[in-house]
């Protein structure tokens, strides 16, 4: 199971200091979200080098996870709060894009939000359907647990579930490099992670940017969000308003990101 593997990863946050008067920050949860965190990390280090950012993955479920058992000073999650999840705090960082992207050879370069489901849910299995080559569709998903299916479920799927037979991988990064090695195949990424190793399709006739997401005509857009279990301590709010000032706001939007001003 997932969860279990995962909290033997997370230190208890009631021991903090690692010595020499350092302090550590301990945020762990969504894939999605961890890249960007190790990035603000990074910056927010170089001018508080008395606090040591310590950021982990595991998952938006096992983030929110960790955050109720208070194992974790920050948790992360790529999808909304559950009902019985809600007496978290909740701090929206970003906004992000999820695309579907293929392989660069693909000649498809739009689909429709139908389409989509379709190829997720099974109905639509041979690329054939889609005026290309008589091939079996290779369509990668994520894992249960993951923000980045939860929101694609909620978003694309509707009603509809995922194939048993899709093929899961544990991170954006791992589908990236299986559609990028892969040409019959298909998956969905945060736009943010999008790269010239694979090519984002337009849905809806709309293509996935910054641009589309803040206008509201591309809609497959989830919150990343932070969570905190009741009051962070002065160290956890220095580096939560860091990620939410200009600066911080600035580092997200420069990898592709809608800023929470924006």
């Known amino acids: 199971m997932l969860l279990p593997l995962i909290a033997g990863l997370f230190i208890s946050c009631g021991n903090n200091n ?3 008067g350092k302090q550590t920050i301990i945020i762990a949860g969504s894939t999605s979200v961890m890249p960007f965190t190790e990035k603000l990390a990074e910056h927010f280090m170089i001018d508080n080098k008395d606090i ?10 096992a983030g929110v996870q960790a955050t109720l058992n208070r194992t974790v000073n920050i948790g992360m999650s790529s999808r909304d709060l559950k009902d019985d999840e809600k007496i978290l705090n909740k701090i929206i960082i970003c906004h992000d894009g999820i695309a579907i992207v293929v392989h660069r050879d693909n000649p498809v370069t739009a689909l429709s939000i139908d389409q989509i489901r379709g190829i997720f849910s099974g109905s639509i299995s041979n690329w054939r359907q889609l005026g290309w080559v008589s091939r079996k569709i290779d369509a990668v998903s994520r894992e249960e647990g993951s923000g980045t299916r939860g929101a694609f479920e909620e978003l694309v799927m509707k009603d509809k579930e995922i194939d048993d037979g899709t093929m899961v991988q544990d991170s954006n990064g791992s589908v990236k490099e299986v559609v990028a090695t892969d040409p019959y195949a298909i998956g969905y990424i945060s736009m943010g992670l999008v790269d010239e190793k694979v090519k984002p399709v337009s849905i809806n006739g709309i293509r996935p940017s910054i641009k589309t997401i803040k206008s509201g005509k591309y809609k497959i857009v989830r919150p990343f969000l932070y969570l905190t279990n009741g009051q ?21 939007k420069n990898e592709g990101l809608v800023g929470i001003h924006d």
Do not use: A, E
Request: hydrophobic share 25%; no cysteine; aromatic share 6%.
């Open 232 to 252: 962070p301590d002065k160290r956890t709010q220095t580096f939560i308003d860091y990620v939410l000032s200009k600066d911080g706001q600035r580092i997200l």
């Open 52 to 61: 040591t950012v310590d950021v982990q993955g595991g998952g938006s479920t």
């Open 18 to 20: 690692t010595g020499k």
